[in-house]
């Protein structure tokens, strides 16, 4: 008889992450505009405004799992989210950049602190014969929340105190995250902690970090940071070569496609194994950093939007998968803290990095690099985990 995946637990976390990262999509796209025109800071500056809110994030994934074996999941996420609601109010009391960037950063520690827990979360309540489908259901709420917010935080630009009403909004959603828990009432499984010494010294890395999570995470934090000069320049690329049009309609593209396909690749994951999915996502992210550098037609801004969406968006998710699968059971909250930790620094140092070598050689070159690693990590992947992986599905 199949598990059943679609509990209240399930549906509970995964609702609320599509709230959380909503906001956080809301934000992060409008920040800079947000420094620029209300405290007149620099271009240099309104990007810091946005890169700190991830340092944060760091910092919080780095303690979560402490905060996890001493409170347990549950109270982390209620203790988090209230954390998220006070700090959040504090974006009304910003006098300067300083202060903004004080927000910001607290901000981003707890969201780290929150994100973290709530894919914890999904991973423990998810069969263990279901988890490539369930992660890839849950991670649907990130590709949404990913189309959505955005459009409505660049809506709340054009009305009067349009950034008011987008901290409030954030405020608010927070409060119904809070509210819909408490009402459903999460029931965790307990998952028993084996004693071990290196946990219990804060001065051990392996108290941070999970080792057996790192090499796939290596090959997240190189697709985020490629994939960051897609969605930190995406406007400036569209008006450079005439193709704004189509820039407009990248992230709906994008977001379509991850949407068709995740519900089949996470069943086929389940199924054959990680390896049938990862190559064609991999061949296809490239492909479409490809196309994207090479774009003189809207059509190809939008096949390569196509491409990227289904192989960074079922990529993510396959890598998620295989940190979580490596993972000793208790330490499931470390290896998703590894993972999304060094997402969040790809996305996170990506912006800034390229952003000069932009200045250098140009968007087309530095396309053309980012389809180059792609490629290049295709055989890396098979050397480090793929022909691993092939070997431990057949021989299961």
Request: hydrophobic share 50%; with cysteine; aromatic share 14%.
């Amino acid at each position: 008889m199949e598990q059943k995946l679609w509990t209240k637990e399930f549906i509970t976390i995964s609702f609320v992450n599509f709230l959380l990262t909503m906001m956080y999509f809301l934000l992060m796209v409008t920040m800079s505009d947000y420094a620029v025109t209300t405290y007149g800071a620099t271009v240099s500056t309104a990007g810091l405004v946005v890169s700190i809110f991830v340092l944060g994030c760091l910092v919080g994934r780095l303690v979560i799992g402490k905060l996890m074996d001493r409170f347990g999941l549950v109270q982390v996420l209620l203790i988090g989210l209230v954390g998220v609601v006070f700090i959040s109010m504090g974006y009304f009391l910003t006098h300067s950049v300083a202060t903004l960037l004080l927000i910001r950063i607290l901000h981003g520690f707890t969201v780290g602190l929150v994100s973290t827990t709530t894919s914890t979360i999904c991973v423990q309540i998810i069969p263990a014969t279901r988890k490539g489908e369930g992660i890839s259901y849950y991670s649907l709420s990130h590709v949404l929340s990913s189309a959505i917010g955005p459009f409505i935080g660049m809506l709340l630009t054009h009305f009067n105190h349009g950034f008011e009403w987008m901290f409030a909004l954030n405020v608010v959603m927070v409060f119904v995250c809070i509210v819909i828990i408490k009402l459903v009432g999460l029931q965790i499984p307990h998952v028993e902690k084996a004693a071990s010494n290196e946990q219990s010294n804060i001065w051990n890395l392996s108290s941070y970090i999970d080792k057996q999570a790192i090499p796939i995470s290596l090959f997240m934090f190189a697709f985020g940071f490629c994939f960051s000069s897609v969605t930190s320049y995406l406007m400036l690329y569209g008006k450079e070569t005439g193709l704004i049009d189509a820039a407009s309609y990248f992230f709906f593209i994008h977001s379509i496609c991850v949407i068709c396909s995740r519900p089949f690749t996470g069943k086929v994951m389940d199924a054959r194994g990680v390896n049938v999915v990862v190559y064609p996502c991999m061949l296809l992210f490239a492909t479409g950093m490809f196309v994207y550098s090479q774009s003189t037609a809207n059509w190809m801004v939008l096949i390569a939007a196509a491409c990227m969406g289904l192989g960074f968006g079922n990529f993510n998710s396959a890598a998620q998968l295989i940190a979580v699968k490596n993972a000793d059971p208790n330490r499931l909250g470390l290896a998703t803290a590894t993972y999304f930790m060094f997402l969040d620094l790809g996305f996170g140092l990506g912006p800034y990095i390229l952003g000069h070598i932009i200045e250098g050689i140009g968007f087309r070159s530095l396309y053309m690099i980012a389809s180059c690693i792609g490629f290049i990590c295709i055989p890396i992947y098979y050397m480090i985990y793929g022909n691993k992986e092939k070997q431990a599905f057949i021989g299961g």
